[in-house]
């Protein structure tokens, strides 16, 4: 293990001890899964406490439950249908990252006062950008404190540590919910994210891991990571008839591949 990531690893678990009960806001994904299994090793007394959204796919939250399994902790689950009701968030403008982030670190944050939490950690590292994440001006209004950038972590920092760890989810890609497939401007509901989280994963069901439904209107767009694109050329016609499958009237691959971020 490099010395560099040993010293990361020893300045997070020092930040850690220091802690009264933390509460942890809780994705599954390997940054907040590594917060997880440091605090453990830290000998803090930590709980995970998640926000079940229409937003986040059934396999996220399949993530949710193994990663809190693996590492040993508490898991809080708050169920937040309410979010499809916020104006603010489904009429899915530019700032609809920062309402929705807004609504559930709120609702962390009551959970966790609730149940005697000291303080709520998130697996913010330096690697993500503030400027390209609304979600974090949320982060910053509900005193959510990120340990990992605190502590000199980027992302292959957090990866390194998390193979350390041995957590499942150390190479797991980023994922963005839902929400980011539906066409900004055009009203987010159930349905329409139900129609991309049932396309996706028939998509997942023939082998690929690096792609994304775009939604606009009844029209569908595939686009499909670099790497994986040959076999999606292959595939065309079948991948198009399993999203038009999903509720779609039309779909078409995007041969530009997939972008960054979302």
């Not at 980027?154 to 980023?174: F, I, Q, T």
């Amino acid at each position: 293990m490099d010395d560099g990531i040993l010293a990361l690893e020893g300045r997070l678990l020092k930040y850690l001890k220091s802690l009264k009960k933390p509460a942890v806001a809780f994705s599954g994904g390997v940054d907040s899964s590594l917060l997880l299994a440091a605090c453990r090793k830290a000998g803090a007394d930590a709980i995970a406490i998640t926000a079940d959204v229409p937003q986040v796919p059934q396999f996220e939250k399949e993530d949710v439950l193994r990663m809190a399994g693996e590492t040993g902790t508490e898991l809080v689950i708050i169920k937040l249908d309410g979010i499809l009701k916020n104006g603010k968030f489904t009429e899915n403008g530019p700032r609809r990252c920062y309402f929705c982030k807004k609504a559930i670190l709120f609702a962390i944050k009551e959970k966790a006062e609730k149940l005697g939490s000291g303080c709520i950690l998130d697996g913010t590292n330096l690697s993500d950008n503030a400027g390209d994440r609304p979600g974090m001006k949320a982060a910053s209004e509900a005193g959510v404190v990120g340990p990992l950038a605190l502590c000199g972590f980027k992302k292959k920092d957090v990866r390194a540590l998390a193979g350390k760890y041995g957590l499942s989810v150390a190479k797991k890609s980023a994922y963005s919910c839902l929400a980011t497939r539906i066409a900004q401007g055009e009203k987010i509901t159930a349905a329409k994210l139900l129609r991309v989280e049932k396309a996706e994963e028939a998509l997942k069901k023939m082998g690929l891991s690096g792609f994304r439904v775009r939604s606009s209107g009844d029209a569908a767009r595939i686009e499909v990571r670099k790497d994986e694109l040959s076999l999606a050329i292959r595939r065309e016609k079948e991948m198009e008839k399993a999203v038009k499958a999903a509720g779609f009237a039309s779909a078409e691959l995007d041969m530009e591949n997939l972008r960054g971020g979302e």
